[in-house]
């Protein structure tokens, strides 16, 4: 699919978080600057974090945490080198009952379920972002059919 603007790549974001659930996991993939944290921006307002809370990339704390309807945990994995520091910030928590946000999720063959959704933002130009969605199960075609944007479904 195709966004035409920042805030359409916000809106959508914010459109699918409000559709989540705890348990969830979104994978954030792409370039620098292809829009991960917009999107993840987004998908914070969706879920309930406070509009004047700024939701930023965590790419030097390495996981920020917010609070909305459900906990959200944003996790940046692009200067993390192995897997062993992923178990050193705590990245494996099992306790954690809330949705997780990884960019740069493809940096490591993490555990894929059935509550996981991975999302591919390339930069088409200054505003406008392809975005492809993936999932095990029908949730991203019935959110995409469902959606209130002018979405461009991208034929591949």
């Keep these: 699919m195709l966004t035409n603007s920042v805030s359409m790549t916000i809106e959508f974001g914010k459109f699918l978080g409000s559709k989540l659930v705890a348990g969830y996991s979104v994978f954030l993939n792409g370039e620098l600057g292809a829009g991960k944290t917009t999107f993840a921006k987004g998908l914070c307002t969706g879920l309930g974090v406070d ?5 930023r990339s ?18 940046d994995l692009f200067r993390i080198e192995n ?5 050193n910030i705590g990245f494996f928590d099992q306790n954690f009952k809330g949705v997780l946000v990884i ?6 063959n993490l ?12 930069d088409v130009d200054l505003n406008s972002r392809e975005i ?25």
């Design 58 to 75: 965590p790419t030097f704390s390495l996981i920020n945490e917010y609070r909305g309807k459900l906990p959200v945990r944003h996790v």
């Design 132 to 156: 492809k969605l993936t999932a095990r199960s029908n949730l991203i075609k019935t959110l995409v059919e469902l959606s209130p944007l002018d979405l461009k479904v991208v034929n591949n």
């Design 111 to 122: 555990e894929h379920t059935n509550d996981t959704i991975s999302i591919f933002l390339d």
């Design 83 to 87: 897997e062993e520091e992923l178990q």
């Design 51 to 55: 509009k004047n809370f700024h939701v």
């Design 103 to 108: 960019e740069w999720a493809n940096k490591f």
